[in-house]
T-cell receptor, first 112, second 112 residues
Framework: DAGVIQSPRHEVTEMGQEVTLRCKPI?????LFWYRQTMMRGLELLIY????????DSGMPEDRFSAKMPNASFSTLKIQPSEPRDSAVYFC??????????FGPGTRLTVT | GIQVEQSPPDLILQEGANSTLRCNFS?????LQWFHQNPWGQLINLFY?????KQNGRLSATTVATERYSLLYISSSQTTDSGVYFC???WGSGGSNYKLTFGKGTLLTVNP
């Protein structure tokens, strides 16, 4: 079984550039989550979708961040413009509604 | 919000030793998960255990929901057990009970 798939695995970009992270959830799962991991703040939830609809984006740090889920098998997290403080590992996770969450391998983002 | 505290923060073992990791949480929870983050950064599901006891090979976990804690037992540790162990809980009612709040983790090092 394919787990959660994320791309790219590593991204290095310059400050001010647009960054797009991609996620394919586990087939059949109807909830999708974007988390961010930093040394300072640990793992924190950014946004949660249920049945492709954003339910809670209270964790999104600011307007530079946006997320979409156009269909049940694809989601994007976009940062525009990127800043050095956005450097982190971004994880996507999926689950059945309120069920066990499974995480993808993460995207390590470095903004110089 | 809910507080999740893990102890000890760091643990060094010799191969073959046993260990117990603890997770305390400050409110009633709906879900509780234990993860292992390996040295490559991947989050691996260990247990989905909002209450009761489960075992998987050398690992077992117990959650006592009424007393707001969970324990992860590792027996006959191996060098491949090294990494960070996270406890994460989902709590609250309505739309918020899907959110996973993570503890800061226990860094385990198993020496040969």
């Amino acid at each position: 079984d394919a787990g959660v798939i994320q791309s790219p695995r590593h991204e290095v970009t310059e400050m001010g550039q647009e960054v797009t992270l991609r996620c394919k959830p586990i087939s059949g799962h109807n909830s999708l989550f974007w988390y961010r991991q930093t040394m300072m703040r640990g793992l924190e939830l950014l946004i949660y979708f249920n049945n492709n609809v954003p339910i809670d984006d209270s964790g999104m740090p600011e307007d530079r961040f946006s997320a979409k889920m156009p269909n049940a098998s694809f989601s994007t997290l976009k940062i525009q413009p990127s800043e050095p403080r956005d450097s982190a590992v971004y994880f996507c996770a999926s689950s059945l509604t309120r069920g066990e969450q499974y995480f993808g391998p993460g995207t390590r983002l470095t903004v110089t | 919000g809910i507080q999740v505290e893990q102890s000890p923060p760091d643990l060094i073992l010799q191969e073959g030793a046993n260990s117990t990791l603890r997770c305390n949480f400050s409110d009633s929870v709906n879900n509780l998960q234990w993860f292992h983050q390996n040295p490559w950064g991947q989050l691996i599901n260990l247990f989905y255990i909002p209450s009761g006891t489960k075992q998987n090979g050398r690992l077992s976990a117990t959650t006592v929901a009424t007393e707001r804690y969970s324990l992860l037992y590792i027996s006959s540790s191996q060098t491949t057990d090294s990494g960070v162990y996270f406890c994460a809980v989902a709590w609250g009612s309505g739309g918020s009970n899907y959110k996973l709040t993570f503890g800061k983790g226990t860094l385990l090092t198993v020496n040969p």
